[in-house]
């Protein structure tokens, strides 16, 4: 399930700042926007659940993402890998990372 600041993101289309254009609460039940300060109508819960299946799919990318982050290593690590192995060894791990993580 999709967060919902995900959510309010692609119904924006734009980045928000979650401490001054949207504040998110959660009492207990669940996160729900307590204060919504954009130049657009706030979305109703119909409107962010609609947009359930694409934030899976934008949250997905992202954990691949961080995944691949992960294991490519610092910048300082890939050039002394580069520097050691060479750039095509380096960019046949490169291709072996992305194929484990892919993207949607």
């Keep these: 399930m999709a967060t919902l600041n995900t959510k309010i ?3 924006a289309n734009k980045a928000v700042d979650f401490l001054k254009d949207v504040r998110l609460q959660d009492d207990g039940n669940g996160a729900y926007i307590k204060e919504w300060n954009l130049d657009i109508a706030q979305p109703t819960e119909a409107q ?5 299946s694409q934030a899976n799919e934008v949250e997905s990318n992202q954990a691949q993402l961080q995944n691949r982050i992960n294991e ?3 910048i300082a690590e890939q050039i002394e ?6 750039l095509d060894a380096w ?3 490169v291709a072996g990372i992305k194929s484990k993580y892919p993207k949607n």
């Design 48 to 52: 962010l659940n609609a947009l359930e």
């Design 91 to 93: 960019q046949t791990k």
């Design 9 to 11: 993101r692609l119904y």
């Design 72 to 74: 490519y290593g610092s």
């Design 81 to 86: 890998y580069i520097t050691e192995n060479g």
